[in-house]
């Protein structure tokens, strides 16, 4: 009896040290986040830095200190989670960037847009999974499938919508900004439809019909995210105007607003579709219609809520992207064969550049067919602009890698861990430099 007592205390106190180092890691975290912003608004008029990038410096620092006071162990506070980035982080980004993006211009270029998003990625995909196929076996990597390489495909072909926002100005280069945003948030969701779809196909029988089948599945599923999001965009206006909630509280307003984004999103991924397509959606027509039958004050709530929600998910995503950059388990397998490492992220940016450079000018040159005003065209410097823009790789690409390569954020094969490092040095190099040149 005296046994069970004192192993239910011994548990208790497990749990308990379990509870407290948690706490712990979430006030270390907070503190670098408030760090980020802090020291981003310092250094605001620099032309090098801005928050995401000192989030990204703040990370790599505390992962060094991490690794140090952990005896080379650990460089983070959390394991990589894709269901934490794909249900909590990546929706506030999305959805502000929809609520936010200047519906005039983006319409307008609405085609042009699609054409980029959605027809681009899937050449870029093909670009960079025909390459890794043909160049990864002589670089002695390891047991890659064909899974593997189409996976690698999607992922890289993913953009960074929310670099975009940062070195573009949407008042500046209303043009620009509409096309490289727009491209980048429509890519995101295509790539993850296409790895989902990869994922899930029968690679084994391959024929006519069933790559009619998967185009079918990707243009159902890319069709009616976009639906599923206008239906609850409208859904929240009616509820709104009908019931003027305003009367009494504007808190009824905002919470419906929020829940209802975020309701829309989660919908999507209830029915397997693509949630960054429909909360995208849900926020342009949400600033369209439900913003204006709320009351100022709303208006000007929701506004701010969306934008701060946005701000401190995208420092989370640069903050811990740079933690996880030492993330030394991975590095202990590559540490025999750095310049297999090396030599595979070099391949994948030329990769990058190749399949972007693929589709970027020769869709622009037909859209520009279309185009009678010369002011509407898409002039040479400008498609430099957006095929320059959109090579920078992102948290949806680390997403997808640990959700192809890892489980639950650990890896034990050497080939799994040579990807995501690459995919890290990717990342990191891409989004450094892009800064910097834009």
């Not at 189409?150 to 975009?164: K, M, Q, R, W």
Request: aromatic share 12%; net charge neutral; hydrophobic share 50%.
């Amino acid at each position: 009896m005296d046994q069970a007592i004192i192993s239910v205390v011994r548990k208790l106190q497990m749990v308990n040290t379990s509870d407290h180092n948690s706490v712990v890691s979430i006030n270390i975290f907070v503190a670098l986040l408030c760090a980020s912003i802090v020291i981003g608004h310092l250094l605001e008029e620099s032309r090098w830095m801005n928050e995401s990038i000192t989030a990204l410096l703040i990370g790599v620092c505390a992962g060094v200190i991490i690794l140090l006071t952990t005896g080379g162990k650990s460089s983070h506070l959390f394991v990589f989670s894709e269901d934490l980035f794909f249900i909590y982080v990546l929706p506030p980004i999305i959805f502000n960037a929809g609520f936010q993006v200047k519906k005039k211009q983006f319409f307008r270029n609405f085609i042009t847009i699609m054409l980029f998003g959605a027809i681009g990625t899937l050449v870029s995909c093909t670009i960079i999974s025909l390459g890794v196929i043909q160049f990864f076996k002589k670089l002695d990597i390891g047991t890659l499938d064909i899974g593997d390489y189409l996976a690698i495909g999607a992922i890289f072909a993913a953009t960074d919508s929310v670099c975009t926002l940062q070195v573009l100005n949407q008042d500046d280069t209303p043009l620009l900004y509409s096309l490289v945003f727009g491209e980048g948030v429509v890519n995101d969701a295509t790539s993850v439809v296409l790895f989902n779809a990869i994922q899930s196909f029968d690679l084994t029988h391959i024929n006519t019909r069933s790559a009619f089948q998967f185009i079918g599945n990707f243009l159902y599923l890319f069709f009616t995210s976009t639906l599923l999001g206008v239906i609850a965009g409208l859904l929240s206006a009616y509820i709104i105007k009908k019931l003027y909630f305003g009367r009494h509280s504007t808190d009824r307003e905002v919470a419906i607003m929020v829940l209802m984004a975020y309701l829309s999103y989660m919908l999507a991924e209830l029915f397997y579709l693509s949630g960054i397509l429909t909360v995208f959606f849900c926020g342009i027509v949400m600033s369209h219609y439900t913003w204006h039958n709320v009351t100022e004050s709303s208006r000007v709530t929701t506004k701010h809520t969306f934008a701060t929600l946005s701000f401190v998910a995208e420092i989370f995503i640069f903050l811990y992207v740079g933690m996880d950059a030492l993330d030394i388990e991975k590095w202990r397998f590559v540490k025999g064969s750095p310049g297999t490492s090396v030599a595979a992220s070099a391949m994948l940016m030329g990769l990058i550049m190749a399949g972007r450079a693929a589709f970027v000018f020769p869709l622009s040159f037909l859209t520009n067919l279309a185009k009678k005003s010369p002011t509407e065209k898409i002039s040479i410097k400008q498609q430099v602009i957006i095929w320059w823009a959109g090579l920078m790789r992102g948290a949806v690409s680390m997403a997808l890698a640990y959700n192809q390569f890892t489980r639950s954020g650990h890896t034990q094969l050497r080939e799994n861990a040579i990807m995501i490092t690459s995919t890290i040095t990717v990342v990191l190099f891409s989004t450094v430099v892009r800064y910097f040149d834009l």
